[in-house]
T-cell receptor, first 112, second 111 residues
Framework: SQTIHQWPATLVQPVGSPLSLECTVEGTSNPNLYWYRQAAGRGLQLLFYSVGIGQISSEVPQNLSASRPQDRQFILSSKKLLLSDSGFYLC???????????FGEGSRLTVL | KQEVTQIPAALSVPEGENLVLNCSFTDSAIYNLQWFRQDPGKGLTSLLLIQSSQREQTSGRLNASLDKSSGRSTLYIAASQPGDSATYLCAVNSGNTPLVFGKGTRLSVIA
């Protein structure tokens, strides 16, 4: 069966520090991968999605970036965090013919 | 551009009640619609996926319906329990673009 792993689960970082959140999917190949952010009291915001290795689409301009170095690995990064980057970050994947989307457990980032 | 709306934003019901959560979307040319549950501080759990050719899907006490022509979907929860308390989100897949999410309905089932 397919599983998705996301880490770290919780992160507290000072403003201006770098960020790396990692997501891996097991049990499937060539998934579509997604990074979402959920800020307090707001809906899900799609940040990046990828349909293959090295293929990244960005939905919103910001100081975050994403990379897909391997088929089932998706990384969210920042060189310098801002206070506004605080939030709950969710990785998701879809690969089945029916298009069902599955989410990881999320990473809570607090920037101080 | 697809827009998804969920009403109400919050709902509180006594245990045992049957309830309906609503989801509407602006563009009826969809590939599928998915309902999710989110517990506080957790990721989203997929509940039901309805393909555009289907009218409804059922899983246990949950039943989701889809009316593409009117741009509506409903999630019916039978005999609600306190453990059903969570935020419920619907998301629409229009094919070649990523899913568009509603903002969710926060459900509280009171014992």
């Amino acid at each position: 069966s397919q599983t998705i792993h996301q880490w770290p689960a919780t992160l507290v970082q000072p403003v201006g520090s770098p960020l790396s959140l990692e997501c891996t999917v097991e049990g499937t190949s060539n998934p579509n991968l997604y990074w979402y952010r959920q800020a307090a009291g707001r809906g899900l915001q799609l940040l990046f999605y990828s349909v293959g290795i090295g293929q990244i689409s960005s939905e919103v301009p910001q100081n975050l970036s994403a990379s897909r170095p391997q088929d089932r690995q998706f990384i969210l990064s920042s060189k310098k965090l801002l206070l506004s980057d605080s939030g709950f970050y969710l990785c998701a994947w879809t690969g089945r013919a029916d298009g069902e989307l599955f989410f990881g457990e999320g990473s809570r980032l607090t920037v101080l | 551009k697809q827009e998804v709306t969920q009403i109400p934003a919050a709902l509180s019901v006594p245990e045992g009640e049957n309830l309906v959560l609503n989801c509407s979307f602006t563009d009826s040319a969809i590939y599928n619609l998915q309902w999710f549950r989110q517990d506080p501080g957790k990721g989203l759990t997929s509940l039901l996926l309805i393909q555009s050719s289907q009218r409804e899907q059922t899983s246990g006490r949950l039943n989701a319906s889809l009316d593409k022509s009117s741009g509506r979907s409903t999630l019916y929860i039978a005999a609600s329990q306190p453990g059903d308390s969570a935020t419920y989100l619907c998301a629409v897949n229009s094919g070649n673009t990523p899913l568009v999410f509603g903002k969710g309905t926060r459900l509280s089932v009171i014992a």
